[in-house]
Antibody
Framework: EVQLVESGGGLVQPGGSLRLSCAAS????????MSWVRQAPGKGLEWVSV???????YYADSVKGRFTISRDNSKNTLYLQMNSLRAEDTAVYYC?????????????WGQGTLVTVSS | DIQMTQSPSSLSASVGDRVTITCRAS??????LNWYQQKPGKAPKLLIY???SLQSGVPSRFSGSGSGTDFTLTISSLQPEDFATYFC?????????FGQGTKLEIK
């Protein structure tokens, strides 16, 4: 059974850093495309980043240069390193497995982890 | 960036109704359009990909159509569990933008 479990969220001050983890089971992270999507409180969904199975990475302009997506193949875990955090980064962060045949889409999602950026 | 605009933003309907939600892209995205359903406090759930392909396990009352810039999600006969928020997403080019969402409420 495919499962994704995020962790690492919490309260952080503006300018601070946080690393989110997404532990996967039931499939191999390194063989798949993996994404992060966030949702500010009461707002819509915002795509954040993706890492391809080959290692290529892409980011939303709003996080480029501040966030880094990566994975640890030995732990079958996806990460999102978030630096220089701003109030507008406050959101629930979801990791997702992406399929790409007939168009990229996220077929499995984690439960989300809340990041709050506030002083 | 490609802008995705959904209409309506909210919709009231009754069990058994046929409902259609529209999503328009600011430029052609071919058929690279996904639809997700989200219930309060839960992660989104994939319903439709490639504009019209039904995700495995999703009831056949859900269907999608369109290509280019105009797309629709149709629920043929609303069930109580369908009351939720629906988002479209383009996967044609980065960033993979979402529509603002359509909240489907019980009339």
């Amino acid at each position: 059974e495919v499962q994704l479990v995020e962790s690492g969220g919490g309260l952080v001050q503006p300018g601070g850093s946080l690393r989110l983890s997404c532990a996967a089971s039931g499939f191999t992270v390194s063989s798949n495309y993996m994404s992060w999507v966030r949702q500010a409180p009461g707002k819509g969904l915002e795509w954040v980043s993706v890492i391809y199975s080959g290692g290529s990475t892409y980011y939303a302009d709003s996080v480029k240069g501040r966030f880094t997506i990566s994975r640890d193949n030995s732990k079958n875990t996806l990460y999102l390193q978030m630096n220089s955090l701003r109030a507008e980064d406050t959101a629930v962060y979801y990791c997702a497995r992406d399929l790409y045949f007939l168009g990229q889409r996220s077929d499995y999602w984690g439960q989300g982890t809340l990041v709050t950026v506030s002083s | 960036d490609i802008q995705m605009t959904q209409s309506p933003s909210s919709l009231s309907a009754s069990v058994g109704d046929r409902v259609t939600i529209t999503c328009r892209a600011s430029q052609s995205i071919s058929s690279y359009l996904n639809w997700y359903q989200q219930k309060p406090g839960k992660a989104p759930k994939l319903l439709i990909y490639g504009a019209s392909s039904l995700q495995s396990g999703v009831p056949s009352r859900f269907s999608g159509s369109g290509s280019g810039t105009d797309f629709t999600l149709t629920i043929s006969s609303l069930q109580p569990e369908d009351f939720a928020t629906y988002f479209c997403q383009q996967s044609y080019s980065f960033p993979y933008t979402f529509g603002q969402g359509t909240k489907l409420e019980i009339k």
